[in-house]
DNA sequence: GATGAATGAGTCTTCATTCAT
DNA sequence: CATGAATGAAGACTCATTCAT
C-alpha cells in the first residue's frame, strides 16, 4: 500500500544498503541545510558521509535520488515520532498535547524539516507525489485527532473545517522551522506553541458560522 | 529609509536600466516557475527577455543578481498592492476585508509567489535581508490593522498575540500558493478565503485561556 | 536527396562553423588516428584543434558528433575526389585509369582511410547510416564504370559479377589502407595499383563461367 | 616457436584457468559484438561469463588482456579449423575447395570474425604482433596452395602475385564478415563463395599483361 | 579460490561570465 | 548599446582495479 518509490543500489547487502545511506543522509542534511540542495556537489556528500564518490553512487543513481532519500527519511522520521501521538482519547486535552507534541518535533527536527521544506520542489515530478503523499498522511492525522473530539462531543466544528484546521495546524508547525529568522526572536518554542494553540483554540470553542462564499454569522 | 541594494548596471540611461530590467524579470519569472532558479541558464533568461546574453550582463553582474530583482520586484508588487488596503477603520468588518484582499492578490499572484517562495532561500546572504524586511513589513500592515480594531475596542486580544496573527495571516495568504497542490482540490480561493476568516475570527472573538505550557495571564 | 544528419551548433555564423569544423576535424583525424576514437578525449581534440573545450560544445553537441562529422568529412573528401574520374569512356583502359586513380587517392588519404574504417562501428546506429550510403554510392561509381564498359562491349562480364566486383575494387582500396603493415612492407603503391589490376584484368577478359553454387564450366 | 603472449593468471590450477578463460572469452564476444570493446565494462563481462568481477580478476591483469585473449582466441580456432584445409593436392579443384572452405568458415564465424576485425587495433603496441603473426600465417596457408599449384603446373601465375593473391583471399574471406549489411542483402554464402571463385580464377587461368605502372615482364 | 564493496582518477558536458567587434 | 563567440572552472557520473573477508 504504501509503495516506495525504490532508489537503486548496486551493493546487494541490504543491512549495508540501509548503513550507508543513513550515513549518506546525514550528511546530506547538513550540508543541504548550509548550502541547499543545488550548491551542495555529491563529492561533498560523499565525503561528508565518510565514504568516496565511487562508493556513494554504488548506493543511488543520480544526485536526485540523494534528495528524494533525504526528503523520504525525513518524512518518515517525522511520522513516525508523530505517530506516538495518542490520537485515541479525543478530548480537547489530547488534541492540544498533540499539537504541542508536534510542534515540539517540529523544533527538535528544525534542520531537517528547513531542509526538506526548501528542497522538495526540486524533486523531480516522478519522485514529488511519493513525498507528497506522506505529508497528506500526517495532515490526515490532525484531521482524526479533531474529529475523534467532535464524536466525543468535546467540540462542535463544521465538519468543512476540520480538513482546512488541519492543514493549519501543520503548516504553523512547519513555520516554527521555515520562519525561524522571524519566530526566534520574540518567541521560545514553549510560547510559541502556547499561543498558537491559544489563537487556535479560542476558535473552535463553539463559535458557529453560516458556511459559504465569503459570509459568516 | 528604504535603502535598496543596488545592482549595477553598466548602462546609464536609467528609464533604459528599468525598461530591460522589466523584461528580464518578467522571462525570469517564467522560467524559474517552471524550472526553479538552479535549472535556469542565464541565457534562457536573457532569450526570454528577449535579448542577447551580451545585453543581460549590461544591466546586472551575476545570475543571483536576477534572482534578487526578482524576489525584490515580486515583493513590491505584492506591497503595493497591499497598500491599498484600507487600514484606517479599525472595525472587524474592515479587518475581514483586508484579509480577503492580501488573499486574492495572493491568488492572483500565484506563480510569483510561488517563485518567490522557493527561491528566497537561494539568495546570497548579503542580499537576504532587504527581502526579509520587506516580508516583516507586510506582517506589520497586519498587526497595524488588527491593532486598531483593538484601540477601537472592537478586538480583545493579548498583545503578545497579535504579532503572532499577523505572521500566520500572512503565512496563509503565501500557503494558499505553496500548498495549491493540496488546497486547490479542495477549495476554491473564495472558499478559502472565507472559511480560513471564519477559523481566525472565532478564536479572536474574545477567548480566553489559561491552559498551556508557556501560558499568560 | 542527399540529405544530411545535422550536427547541432550554438554558432550562428555558418561561415564560422564550417572553419571551426574543420579545424577540430583535422586535429580529431591526427588523434584517432594515434590512439583511436575511444582513447582521445574531447580536450584532447579541442586543444588540437586549437580552442578550448567550451567552444567545442559551441559547435557539437556530443563526443559523437565528432565521430560523425569526422567520418562524414572523410567520406566525403573521398567521394568528392572520386568524382574527377573519368566515367564517360567506357572503355578497359578509363576503367583501368579508373582503379588506379582510386587506389592513389587511398593511398593519399591513408591516415582518414585508416581512422574511418577502424571508428565507423562506433557510430551510434542513428548516424551509420548516413555513412553506409556514401560507401554504397562509391561503390555505385564503379559498377558504372564497369557496366559502361560492358555496354560498349569491351567486357563480357555477367551481370551477377558486376556488383560484387565493384565492391572488390572498393575493398582493394581500402584494403592499401588498412592492411598497411602487411601490404607496405612488400610493395609500392604502384606496384600495388600494378599487380591488383593485373589479378582483376586477367579475370575480367571474356572469362565465362556457368553460375551456380561453386562450379564453372 | 609459436611464442605467446602469456597473460598472468593468480590462480594455479591449469585447467581452472583454461576454463575460466573459455567462460570469459565466450561472454566477451557475445558483448563486444554487441556493444564493442570499450563500451563493454568488465562487470559486464564477469557477469556474462557467469562469476564476479573479483573472479574475473584472478584469471586476467586487466582488461586489455581479455581483448587479446578473445582475439587469440578467434585467430586460434580459425587456423584451427583452416588446418583442415586438404594443401597437399595441388590441383585447381583443392584451391578451389579450399577457398570454399575458409569461407564458409567466415560464415559460421561471422560474430567472432565481426568483432576481431574491429578490435584487433584496440590491443595495445605490444599484444598486436603476436595476432598479427597469426594472421600472416594463414595469408601462408593460401600461398602455399596456389604456390603447390604452380609446382604442379596446374596454374601459370608470376610469382609476384602469388602473395597478393593469398592476401585477396584472405580479405574477401573477411569481407563477407564485415561486408555484411552490404553482401547479406544480395547474395547467399553459395552464391558469394561461387561468384567470386569465378571472378578469381576467370583471371589466375593464365592471362598474361604487360600494362601498368610498375607492371613486371 | 571466490566474492563484491570500496576506491578515485578520469571523462564528458554545462554554463556563468567576459570582451572584441 | 548590443551582440554572440570564447573561455575554463566545476560538476555529475563511470569504471577498471584492489583487497579484506
Known amino acids: 500500500m504504501n509503495k516506495k518509490r525504490e532508489v537503486h543500489a548496486s551493493v546487494k547487502d541490504e543491512r549495508l544498503v540501509m548503513k550507508r545511506r543513513d550515513q549518506m543522509i546525514r550528511g546530506a542534511v547538513a550540508l543541504f541545510k548550509k548550502k541547499g540542495f543545488h550548491r551542495t556537489t555529491t563529492r561533498e556528500i560523499a565525503s561528508a558521509a565518510g565514504f568516496s564518490i565511487g562508493t556513494l553512487y554504488e548506493y543511488i543513481r543520480t544526485k536526485e535520488d540523494i534528495l528524494y532519500l533525504v526528503c523520504d527519511s525525513i518524512y518518515d522520521q517525522v511520522r513516525d515520532r508523530l505517530q506516538g501521538m495518542d490520537t ?5 486535552e489530547s488534541l492540544r498535547l498533540g499539537i504541542a507534541y ?12 528547513l531542509v526538506m521544506y ?6 523531480t515530478k516522478d519522485a514529488l507525489p511519493y513525498v507528497l503523499k506522506k505529508e497528506l498522511e500526517m495532515v490526515g492525522m490532525f484531521e482524526t485527532l479533531i474529529m475523534r473530539c467532535q464524536e466525543n462531543g468535546e467540540l462542535d466544528i463544521d465538519s468543512h473545517h476540520v480538513h482546512m484546521l488541519a492543514h493549519n495546524i501543520f503548516v504553523q508547525g512547519q513555520m516554527w522551522g521555515f520562519r525561524r529568522w522571524a519566530l526566534r526572536k520574540q518567541w521560545t518554542i514553549e510560547e510559541y506553541i502556547s499561543i498558537q494553540t491559544d489563537l487556535l483554540f479560542s476558535g473552535i470553542k463553539g463559535y458557529k458560522t453560516t458556511v459559504g462564499t465569503g459570509g459568516e454569522r
Open 102 to 113: 508536534y510542534f515540539k518535533i517540529m523544533d527538535e527536527m528544525q534542520d531537517e524539516v
Open 88 to 92: 485515541s482519547q479525543g478530548t480537547l
Open 118 to 123: 526548501q528542497e522538495v520542489k526540486s524533486l
